[in-house]
């Protein structure tokens, strides 16, 4: 079963505002798939899963038409609020139930949510409304992230961690996936043609503030405020001022640099390999 944990407008604004696009290297890799894969002519795109649409608007440089799909209504009233692209659009609905004609999408992506999904469900939909040698790219980052600013990197990656580690306490067990980066979710692919890379690194700038507004975006911190709001609200309280007395200032803007890795998961319908699916 689909597990919904955004639905909260606050939650949506917490996502347009500190979630970030996917990397560039990310991008890079599968847009170079999907040129290496693609049949022209090139129309349709679908981001499942869109969230706030920091995903879907990268979409719209490659594609006549994207469409940004979530189950939440306020994630895609968020979408919508933002701005966007003449051939950007949006629509509310289940990963597993997506409004397209049988082999009428040419690209379909997920970024950071697939492990949300119905996998079965969602492949056998993915299945149905991907045309002839259309493509599918899954993918999410891990959960080791490091911090980084000029000689106090290692500390405040520890303080990141530490703070990570109690807010796992609370992670619905769909982020297993994550932690497996993204193995079952290859196996789940229905194409023999598909792939997994798995260490995809990128550099985000980020000032103090945003690392916390980025925490206060998982799905994990919510629940945690739900359960006992004072100890969340305390926990990332105290997380920034140890960011910031480590660094020795005193501004919640100062700029910090944040290394992630990022999985994906590739594939390609109805097209053999010539070599056996991989992993990198």
């Not at 129309?43 to 990268?58: E, H, K, N, P, Y």
């Not at 490091?146 to 520890?158: P, Q, V």
Request: net charge negative; charged share 25%.
């Amino acid at each position: 079963m689909a597990v919904r944990l955004f639905e909260a407008r606050h939650h949506a604004v917490l996502y347009q505002k500190y979630r970030f696009s996917p990397s560039e290297n990310l991008q890079s890799l599968i847009f170079s798939y999907f040129e290496e894969k693609k049949v022209d002519p090139i129309r349709l795109a679908v981001d499942v899963g869109c969230g706030s649409g920091q995903s879907t608007r990268i979409l719209a440089a490659h594609f006549e038409k994207v469409v940004g799909t979530d189950i939440s209504e306020a994630q895609i009233e968020a979408a919508k609020q933002a701005a966007s692209f003449p051939n950007v659009s949006y629509h509310v609905c289940p990963a597993e139930e997506l409004p397209f004609e049988d082999g009428s999408v040419d690209f379909i992506t997920a970024f950071a949510a697939a492990h949300w999904f119905d996998m079965p469900r969602f492949m056998k939909e993915v299945d149905r409304v991907l045309r002839p040698h259309g493509c599918v790219a899954l993918s999410t980052y891990t959960t080791d992230f490091s911090m980084h600013y000029k000689d106090c990197s290692e500390r405040l990656t520890e303080i990141f961690t530490e703070t990570r580690d109690l807010l796992l306490e609370y992670a619905d067990e769909k982020v297993k996936l994550v932690f497996a980066e993204y193995k079952e979710v290859f196996e789940s692919v229905p194409f023999q043609d598909k792939r997994r890379v798995t260490q995809i690194l990128d550099k985000i700038p980020m000032s103090v503030s945003g690392v916390i507004g980025l925490f206060q975006s998982f799905s994990m911190y919510q629940a945690f405020l739900r359960s006992d709001p004072e100890a969340a609200k305390s926990l990332l309280q105290k997380t920034e001022q140890r960011f910031l007395d480590t660094m020795g200032v005193c501004s919640n803007e100062t700029q910090v640099e944040i290394r992630i890795r990022s999985v994906c998961v590739l594939g390609c319908k109805g097209r053999q390999m010539e070599n056996p699916a991989m992993t990198q």
